[in-house]
């Protein structure tokens, strides 16, 4: 098969049917060739016998996307279902200019607290499960996290991401003293909650309480795909309510999903891409499933780099001003993972400030990396690991367009 793309001027078509009549006779090019026009150019496809390229049609449907920041259900699965490595580049590259056109060549940091790793569910993928025994469990108190902060704030963090399983211990009364003291302590600087599910009336005493941002991955839209994730009692309603009720709270708000976790199938990738830009929300969190050896997905493979890519770069395109992190996730299954992900679209980054003592405890996944390095050491590897591939960290809050610092 033969594809060839030039802009779409007469001239340039003359040209190429005239490099293509030096090797074959005009009789032999009427027959096996067919001549595409599309957006973006003029496409020679070799017909009969040989597949058709999809390619001219996966390129329209991502400049559409580019142009109108968003696709139809069939649009979306085409794409995913013929992907190459040719689209993949295109999308990539369509996916950075939205990027640096919302925020230039800049990376937002956020400074991640992993605070307790006890947790009360029992999601099947996750390696703090309440049903891994194995688990090494620990808890931070309100002055060991305060620690953190200030270890933070002087490496020049803006952001504090404090992130938890399910930790009953962590009531409202524990945790409403330590959100206020740390928005007194430091009032330039954003808190992000990550603590999963909570009551409403929890939700808002914290956003009362001084507390900006919440994380809350709905980890796949597909209610079957939902269920054989988790068990019986944990169901994607109430995890849809939950994200609802932080947007009308006033909260910036995080959702997010797995790429390759067991059972998904394409068109539950769909699903999670549809219903991020119909949720609009302020962040999206998407990293590779990776297996963890104590859960029952002990033995699945992990997701793949470039459909996560994939992934990263069509929510960039469907979202323009989303923050979107290079997650951790991608990369622990590839070494430039965090890098190819800033080349996809993502603008986030979000190095560890936890005790180096607990790190390797906060295990959702086997292999995490920097679980051995300072927060000062990881600043350090990321800035010249960005700046390899043309970006620099922003020490800037970074708040989603419209939230203005208070
Ligand atoms: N692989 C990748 N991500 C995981 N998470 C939990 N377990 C895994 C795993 N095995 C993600 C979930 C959760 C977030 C805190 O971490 O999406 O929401
Ligand atoms: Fe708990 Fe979150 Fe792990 Fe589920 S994914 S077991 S809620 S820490
Ligand atoms: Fe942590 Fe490279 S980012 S050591």
Redesign the pocket.
């Known amino acids: 098969m033969v594809c060839l793309k030039k802009p779409d001027k007469p001239k340039h078509r003359a040209k190429i049917l005239a490099k293509l009549s030096q090797k074959f006779s005009k009789k032999y090019l009427k027959r096996k060739c067919a001549l595409e026009n599309t957006s973006s150019g003029v496409f020679f496809i070799w017909k009969k016998g040989v597949p058709m390229s999809k390619t001219p049609e996966i390129f329209n449907i991502i400049d559409k996307l580019y142009a109108s920041a968003s696709l139809t259900r069939q649009e979306l699965r085409f794409l995913l279902d013929n992907r190459d490595g040719a689209s993949d580049e295109r999308l990539f590259e369509r996916a950075r200019a939205v990027s640096a056109r919302a925020f230039g060549k800049g990376v937002f940091l956020r400074g991640l607290i992993e605070f307790s790793?006890y947790?009360?569910?029992?999601?099947l993928?996750?390696?703090?499960?309440?049903g891994n025994a194995g688990a090494a469990r620990y808890r931070l108190n309100k002055e060991e996290i305060l620690k953190c902060c200030e270890n933070g704030y002087s490496l020049g963090f803006r952001t504090f991401v404090l992130q938890?399983?399910?930790d009953p211990s962590f009531s409202d009364e524990a945790l409403l003293p330590l959100v206020s003291e740390i928005r007194r302590t430091f009032p330039d600087c954003a808190i992000t909650l990550s603590l999963?599910?909570r009551s409403r009336e929890s939700f808002e005493a914290l956003f009362a309480a001084g507390a900006n941002r919440y994380l809350l991955?709905h980890?796949t839209a597909s209610e079957a795909h939902y269920a054989k994730l988790?068990p019986p009692e944990?169901r994607l309603p109430s995890r849809m309510g939950c994200l609802r009720e932080l947007k009308r709270i006033g909260y910036q708000v995080g959702c997010g999903f797995m790429v390759g976790s067991p059972y998904q199938t394409n068109d539950d990738l769909v699903t999670d891409l549809l219903f991020i830009k119909d949720f609009a929300p302020q962040m999206v969190g998407i990293g590779p499933f990776i297996p963890h050896r104590d859960t029952p997905f002990a033995a699945f493979p992990p997701g793949g780099l470039e459909i996560t890519l994939f992934a990263v770069a069509v929510t960039r395109l469907l979202l323009p001003e989303v923050l979107l992190p290079a997650t951790t996730a991608l990369g622990t299954i590839h070494p430039k993972g965090r890098e190819r992900g800033v080349l996809a679209g993502a603008n986030v980054v979000m190095p560890n400030l936890s005790p180096l003592e607990n790190r390797e405890k906060y295990s959702?996944y086997d292999g995490k990396i920097c679980t051995g390095d300072e927060a000062a050491e990881c600043i350090g590897c990321l800035g010249r690991r960005l700046s390899a591939v043309g970006y620099e960290l922003s020490f800037a809050r970074g708040d989603a367009a419209g939230f203005a610092a208070d």
């Open positions: 790793n947790c009360a569910k029992n999601c993928y996750c390696g703090i499960r309440a938890s399983g399910e999963g599910e991955r980890e988790h944990t959702l």
